[in-house]
């Protein structure tokens, strides 16, 4: 077997996760320029080792995303690209944590593998959820905007704020 | 075996940037970035319902051999099992490797995800050291699949849980001993006259002598009464001190041996050969909790020392931050005070030390000034290879000398030097 580091792994599948979300967000100049700086980022980072790095580029690639909508990208492109970048953000930082918390001798692709792959699945079951509405075209309302604008911060805060309640 | 449960916090921010995606969109007027909050909030509805893992797991270690002779290469085999019926997809697991052993192939750690029923091995070599080692107990880390939240156990394993053997304190080295004050009948030959076996003078008889001494051939040569002495022999209680304090548990490279776990070699193999010569031994640890072993003899007190080296092994290099213990309070005492309460009068005192400070000086220099008659042996933990460690050598140089012209003897036996062969050619260089 070739000897790879643990983290070596997960941290290609963010820097590709990283490309990808790029490629989708890069709508416009400060788009591109934005997801560039952002995919560095989360390269170095999660081949360093460096948690912090991981998550800057994350926020990099997210306002890539933000910019990039207002320049009048789809919702699907964008949805897709956010599901890129947390999928980046995720696997990157578990990249960092193996090789803090791993001997440079130990096996963990399995992990690494299993954890990219349950990751990529969990968020593209979440941007499903995300992208189902824009399918459905039902004639919007000032109600009903309104209504669904104060439901979703209340959810919002509700999955926040509760987190670290008993299990 | 249910462990504890938390949340990693991995996706601390998801909900500030699904805030902000979304007031973004509403006030640009730009709906699709609507969706894109909807991700954030979806996700975060996952972390929230995510069961943890459960902890169904096997642990089985074996070790290729069981009693290995110190300086063997002893390959550890940890197999873990999911005797669940759930998937585990995310698992790491870090065995509990004993602090003294040195790992020398391979890792003691894996990550991997195991379906029912499924194995995963690990397999690593570690470097046997004298004294018996236990594993701790593997640290498991579990995880869902996003690595949301996990479950941290720690899993003994059924079998092999030891290492090693207690040391051998039977065919151990010898030093000259210095006292004279000896007590006791034993082996040591010592300046004097009296009984024993060694033929020392013969003496005018004096009224009381007893009739076993009187030299009765010259009585039938010559007529005169004369009386045979002998050098007396005599058993002496020596005490070992062994300095395992953390400070001096300090190794010429990285994964060196410690000059504490040379220390406690030099003292091992003293106390085999000082027990063999039928003195009574005792051993003081000054290490973060000082133990002592009043001189003693027979067997029950050999397996007590043997027991004390072990202990002390795995006790500086488990926790050598000391943790406010006895020490912590005056550390440059090292225990002076300590063990002058608990010397007896007459006894002789080794001091095994790397002699990395001047406390354990401090040390020497009192006990000698007691009028007890003290040596030392000392394992240098000290390099050249940077100015640094250059001066921290002659530091100790300059305290070797110190030492040296209090008038006390000192072995200094060289990074690379054989501990029993250091003794066994040690002339005490004064």
Same mark, same amino acid.
């Given at each position: 077997m070739v000897p790879v580091k643990p983290g070596r792994l997960a941290a290609g599948y963010a820097t590709g996760a990283a490309v990808v979300a790029f490629v989708l967000a890069g709508v416009g100049a400060l788009a591109t320029v934005l997801g560039a700086l952002g995919l560095i980022g989360i390269a170095v980072g999660a081949f360093r080792g460096r948690a912090g790095l991981v998550t800057v580029g994350s926020l990099g690639q997210f306002g890539a995303i933000v910019t990039g909508g207002v320049a009048g990208a789809g919702a699907p492109q964008l949805v897709a690209a956010g599901g890129a970048v947390v999928v980046a953000w995720t696997v990157g930082r578990t990249a960092t944590e193996l090789r803090a918390a791993l001997d440079t001798a130990a096996e963990s692709r399995r992990l690494e593998a299993t954890h990219a792959a349950g990751t990529s699945a969990v968020t593209l079951a979440a941007a499903g959820i995300a992208i189902a509405p824009t399918v459905v075209s039902v004639e919007a309302t000032p109600v009903g905007v309104a209504l669904l604008l104060v439901g979703g911060i209340c959810l919002t805060a509700a999955l926040t704020l509760t987190a670290d309640g008993p299990m | 075996m249910s462990g504890t449960v938390k949340r990693t916090e991995r996706w601390r921010g998801l909900s500030a940037a699904a805030l902000l995606a979304g007031a973004l969109g509403l006030l640009t007027w730009t709906p699709a970035l609507l969706p894109v909050a909807a991700l954030a909030v979806a996700l975060l509805a996952y972390g929230r319902v995510v069961a943890p893992p459960a902890a169904t797991l096997a642990l089985t270690r074996s070790v290729s051999d069981p009693d290995p002779e110190p300086g063997d290469t002893v390959t550890v085999q940890l197999t873990i099992e999911n005797v669940g019926d759930r998937t585990l997809p995310e698992l790491r697991l870090v065995d509990g490797v004993p602090p003294a052993l040195r790992v020398v192939d391979g890792a003691p750690s894996l990550g991997t995800s195991l379906r029912p029923g499924g194995t995963a091995t690990l397999s690593y070599a570690v470097e046997a050291a004298s004294g018996v080692h236990e594993f701790q107990p593997a640290t498991v880390l579990l995880r869902d699949a996003a =690595?949301?939240?996990?479950?941290?156990?720690?899993?003994?394993?059924?079998?092999?849980?030891?290492?090693?053997?207690?040391?051998?304190?039977? *065919?151990?080295?010898?030093?000259? !001993?210095?006292?004279?004050? @000896?007590?006791?009948?034993?082996?040591?030959? &010592? +300046?004097?006259?009296?009984?024993?076996?060694?033929?020392?003078?013969?003496?005018?008889?004096?009224?009381?002598?007893?009739?076993?001494?009187?030299?009765?051939?010259?009585?039938?040569?010559?007529?005169?009464?004369?009386?045979?002495?002998?050098?007396?022999?005599?058993?002496?209680?020596?005490?070992?001190?062994?300095?395992?304090? /953390? &400070?001096?548990?300090?190794?010429?490279?990285?994964?060196?041996?410690?000059?504490?776990?040379?220390?406690? %070699?030099?003292?091992? @193999? #003293?106390?085999?050969? !000082?027990? @063999?010569?039928?003195?009574?031994?005792?051993?003081?640890? #000054?290490?973060?909790?000082?133990?002592?072993?009043? /001189?003693?003899?027979?067997?029950?007190?050999?397996?007590?020392?043997?027991? !004390?080296?072990?202990?002390?092994?795995?006790?500086?290099?488990?926790?050598?931050?000391? $943790?406010?213990?006895?020490?912590?309070?005056?550390?440059?005492?090292?225990?002076?005070?300590?063990?002058?309460?608990?010397? /007896?009068?007459?006894?002789?005192?080794?001091?095994?030390? /790397?002699?990395?400070? *001047?406390?354990?000086?401090? #040390?020497?220099?009192?006990?000698?000034? #007691? =009028?007890?008659?003290?040596?030392?042996? %000392?394992? +240098?933990?000290?390099?050249?290879?940077?100015?640094?460690?250059?001066?921290?050598?002659?530091?100790?140089?300059?305290?070797?000398? *110190?030492?040296?012209?209090?008038?006390?003897?000192?072995? +200094?036996?060289?990074?690379?030097? *054989?501990? $029993?062969?250091? !003794?066994?050619?040690?002339?005490? %260089?004064?």
């Amino acid at each position: 077997m070739v000897p790879v580091k643990p983290g070596r792994l997960a941290a290609g599948y963010a820097t590709g996760a990283a490309v990808v979300a790029f490629v989708l967000a890069g709508v416009g100049a400060l788009a591109t320029v934005l997801g560039a700086l952002g995919l560095i980022g989360i390269a170095v980072g999660a081949f360093r080792g460096r948690a912090g790095l991981v998550t800057v580029g994350s926020l990099g690639q997210f306002g890539a995303i933000v910019t990039g909508g207002v320049a009048g990208a789809g919702a699907p492109q964008l949805v897709a690209a956010g599901g890129a970048v947390v999928v980046a953000w995720t696997v990157g930082r578990t990249a960092t944590e193996l090789r803090a918390a791993l001997d440079t001798a130990a096996e963990s692709r399995r992990l690494e593998a299993t954890h990219a792959a349950g990751t990529s699945a969990v968020t593209l079951a979440a941007a499903g959820i995300a992208i189902a509405p824009t399918v459905v075209s039902v004639e919007a309302t000032p109600v009903g905007v309104a209504l669904l604008l104060v439901g979703g911060i209340c959810l919002t805060a509700a999955l926040t704020l509760t987190a670290d309640g008993p299990m | 075996m249910s462990g504890t449960v938390k949340r990693t916090e991995r996706w601390r921010g998801l909900s500030a940037a699904a805030l902000l995606a979304g007031a973004l969109g509403l006030l640009t007027w730009t709906p699709a970035l609507l969706p894109v909050a909807a991700l954030a909030v979806a996700l975060l509805a996952y972390g929230r319902v995510v069961a943890p893992p459960a902890a169904t797991l096997a642990l089985t270690r074996s070790v290729s051999d069981p009693d290995p002779e110190p300086g063997d290469t002893v390959t550890v085999q940890l197999t873990i099992e999911n005797v669940g019926d759930r998937t585990l997809p995310e698992l790491r697991l870090v065995d509990g490797v004993p602090p003294a052993l040195r790992v020398v192939d391979g890792a003691p750690s894996l990550g991997t995800s195991l379906r029912p029923g499924g194995t995963a091995t690990l397999s690593y070599a570690v470097e046997a050291a004298s004294g018996v080692h236990e594993f701790q107990p593997a640290t498991v880390l579990l995880r869902d699949a996003a =690595g949301v939240v996990e479950r941290r156990i720690e899993i003994e394993a059924d079998e092999a849980t030891e290492i090693g053997e207690p040391p051998r304190l039977d *065919d151990g080295q010898r030093l000259p !001993l210095r006292a004279a004050n @000896a007590r006791y009948a034993g082996r040591q030959t &010592v +300046d004097g006259s009296g009984d024993g076996l060694t033929f020392r003078t013969i003496r005018e008889y004096q009224r009381g002598d007893p009739l076993s001494r009187v030299d009765w051939r010259r009585r039938a040569r010559t007529g005169q009464l004369a009386t045979v002495e002998f050098h007396p022999e005599r058993s002496l209680p020596v005490v070992l001190v062994v300095d395992t304090r /953390p &400070v001096a548990a300090v190794a010429p490279t990285p994964d060196g041996e410690t000059a504490v776990e040379r220390s406690l %070699s030099v003292a091992e @193999a #003293l106390f085999g050969g !000082l027990a @063999a010569d039928d003195h009574r031994v005792g051993v003081a640890t #000054l290490g973060p909790e000082r133990t002592w072993l009043a /001189p003693g003899r027979g067997r029950a007190h050999e397996q007590r020392a043997r027991e !004390l080296f072990s202990r002390s092994v795995e006790q500086v290099t488990s926790d050598g931050d000391g $943790e406010g213990r006895d020490t912590a309070a005056d550390p440059t005492d090292a225990g002076r005070g300590w063990l002058r309460e608990r010397l /007896p009068g007459t006894a002789e005192v080794i001091v095994s030390t /790397p002699l990395v400070d *001047d406390a354990v000086v401090g #040390l020497i220099e009192g006990v000698a000034a #007691l =009028g007890t008659p003290v040596s030392v042996v %000392s394992p +240098d933990p000290t390099v050249e290879n940077t100015a640094g460690r250059t001066l921290a050598r002659y530091e100790r140089r300059d305290r070797l000398a *110190d030492v040296r012209a209090s008038g006390v003897p000192v072995v +200094d036996v060289g990074a690379g030097e *054989d501990i $029993e062969r250091a !003794l066994a050619t040690a002339g005490w %260089s004064r």
